[in-house]
């Protein structure tokens, strides 16, 4: 199993971002998808998910801002970020459970500063 999350960066607060994570190694279209962050100094934290129906869960402090999606056929889940505020820096995976293991790409970078 294979995860390769991209697309963070350095942003204004009320900017956005939009994350990939590359699938590769399972059957991607059949698993649920997550992204979860870790800021210093804290614990990771679940953001969001998509299940193999593309039925979505977000943590409430994302809610309406953040859009995750996915294209099985290019095997990639997306986060779409909006209105960015500085307690959304971290760092930023995505997880895959498999054979009954959680897999974690490496993070991507997200600060929201001014």
């Known amino acids: 199993v294979q995860l390769q999350a991209s697309g963070g960066g350095l942003v204004q607060p009320g900017g956005s971002l939009r994350l990939s994570c590359a699938a590769a190694?399972?059957?991607?279209?059949?698993?649920?998808m997550g992204w979860y962050r870790q800021a210093p100094g804290k614990q990771r934290e679940f953001v969001a998910n998509?299940?193999?129906?593309?039925?979505?869960m977000y943590a409430n402090s994302v809610k309406g801002r953040f859009t995750i999606s996915r294209d099985n056929v290019y095997r990639v889940v997306y986060l779409q970020m909006n209105s960015l505020k500085p307690e959304d820096t971290a760092l930023y995976y995505c997880?895959?459970?498999?054979?009954?293991?959680?897999?974690w790409g490496r993070g991507t970078q997200v600060t929201v500063s001014s």
């Open positions: 997880k895959t459970l498999y054979r009954y293991r959680d897999f």
């Open positions: 190694g399972f059957n991607f279209r059949l698993n649920t």
């Open positions: 998509i299940t193999s129906d593309h039925s979505t």
